[in-house]
Every structure is written in structure tokens, then in C-alpha cells.
């Protein structure tokens, strides 16, 4: 079941994503060769205190952390480890907050240090699809015209979108319906309608779209070890037309 918000809990919704983007924003001020992700969870964790929110993943469904890290060919739920961070990587921070009996999510791919071109041209097209999706987020138009909006910019580009993972709704719950693919036919899925507010979320790979799970049954990785983007809003579907509430102050 679908769950259209009233504005004022769009509004609530609204403040813990702008707790998760001013949190991402943080942490992306963080991100140089050295620093390891172990560490940028412990941040994460520190600022949602301070905020008065509680990160949303840690215990969801059995995460045991605050922030998703899934560096280079790591897809999403890549999780925080001793690991450190070298010049030439990339890496996903994904997090979420609850605060006041509403979720926020949101994610963003950061370079360390000197990237390829190629490298910069993912993270690029990552992003872009993210706004091209976002533009179709309007009501009376149908959730394929997201998803396929996310598509074409991403095999214009020569890259893959994910299948096996997709965006969602979002609300008192982190996860709702509908399900967003990030592939998909224009004009076809349920029809858009004002008071929705979805996590819209592309997961770009340089190389094929096939996914795989690691035996910590989380990390997700790309099948032939080439590199994977994500970006990730929430979006609320109004009659003045899509509205991000994932930006921060």
C-alpha cells in the first residue's frame, strides 16, 4: 500500500533529511587518502547524536552499523571496516536518520583524491540520472517515466543501471512502497500522485549491471569487479511539482 503524507509530515520528513545531508556533507569534507571507513561511521554516528536524530540502519534488519561504505566495485551496503581510503578510489556514503517518528535517506559518491576521467564521468552520469529522475517525479505522470528517465542517461553514457536493487517510498517507515527501478518503459507503473515521497536512488555500474553478494550477506558488488556508483534524494511528489528534501541548509 501506498502512503500519501500530509504536508505537515512531509515537513517532518523533510527535517530528518536535512539532519542526513548535512551529515553526508560532513563526511564528504572528511574523505582524503588516510581515513578509513571505520572511522566516517563512528562521525556519522557522533553528528546524529548531536542532531538528536538515531542513524536508521544500525539494527535495521540486522546492519550493525550507521553508514553504508561501499568503496570502487562495491555496489550499496558496503559496511564500515578498518579499511583505508587510498588516492584513486571511490566511495558511497549512504546514511539515514530517524528523528521524531520520521526516516530520511540519502546517498552520495565521493572521489579520494586524483580519479580517472572515466572515474569522474560515472560519478557524473550517477548524479545527473538522479535529477533526470527527479524531474519526472511529478504527479499524473507513471513511475516508469522515473525509471526510464534514469536509464537513458545512464546507457547514453556507455554505463549500466542495477536491477536487483531499486529505490522506494519513505515515510514513518525507511522503507515503503512502491518499489522505484532504476529501468524501466516511460508511460507504464502506477501513476505519480501529489503527497508521495520517494527515495530515488540510481546504482550505476561502469560495466555490466549484474550484481553479486559478499559472504557477509550485505556487501553488494559488481559481478565483473569494475567500479559502481550511487546516488540517492528524497523527493516528495507535490502539486507545485518535485521537491527535494534531501538538500541540507
Known amino acids: ?20 545531508a548535512d551529515i553526508l556533507r560532513e563526511l564528504k569534507e572528511k574523505i582524503r587518502p588516510g581515513i578509513s571507513t571505520l572511522d566516517l561511521n563512528r562521525y556519522s554516528e557522533e553528528m ?3 542532531r538528536g536524530a538515531k542513524p536508521a540502519f544500525k539494527g535495521y534488519r540486522g546492519y550493525p552499523f550507521a553508514l553504508c561504505t561501499s568503496v570502487n566495485s562495491e555496489v550499496v551496503h ?7 581510503l587510498k588516492s584513486g578510489d571511490i566511495v558511497s556514503l549512504d546514511f539515514g536518520a530517524h528523528h521524531q517518528g520520521y526516516y530520511g535517506d540519502a546517498a552520495i559518491t565521493v572521489p579520494v583524491g586524483e580519479v580517472t576521467p572515466e572515474t569522474l564521468l560515472l560519478l ?8 533526470d529522475g527527479i524531474l519526472q517525479a511529478r504527479a499524473g505522470n507513471r513511475l516508469g517515466d522515473i525509471s526510464a528517465a534514469v536509464q537513458n542517461r545512464v546507457e547514453a553514457a556507455g554505463f549500466s543501471v542495477v536491477r536487483d536493487f531499486v ?8 522503507h515503503e512502497e512502491p518499489q522505484i527501478p532504476n529501468y524501466g518503459v516511460s508511460g507504464r507503473g502506477i501513476e505519480l500522485k501529489s503527497g508521495m515521497v520517494l527515495a ?15 559472504s557477509d550477506g550485505w556487501t553488494v558488488v559488481t559481478a565483473d569487479g569494475r ?18 528534501l534531501s538538500l541540507g541548509n
Open 167 to 174: 529505490g522506494h517510498g519513505i515515510g514513518r517507515n525507511l
Open 124 to 131: 557524473q552520469t550517477t548524479e545527473q540520472s538522479l535529477y
Open 1 to 20: 500500500m501506498i502512503i500519501l503524507k500530509r504536508p505537515e509530515e512531509i515537513e517532518k520528513i523533510r527535517t530528518s533529511n536535512v539532519i542526513v
Open 200 to 214: 530515488i536512488e540510481p546504482m550505476v555500474n561502469a560495466g555490466t549491471y549484474k550484481v553479486r553478494v559478499l
Open 48 to 50: 546524529a547524536k548531536k
Open 78 to 84: 558496503g559496511m564500515p571496516s578498518t579499511r583505508v
Open 227 to 244: 567500479l559502481s556508483a550511487h546516488f540517492e534524494h528524497t523527493v516528495a511528489i507535490t502539486k507545485e511539482g518535485p521537491v527535494i
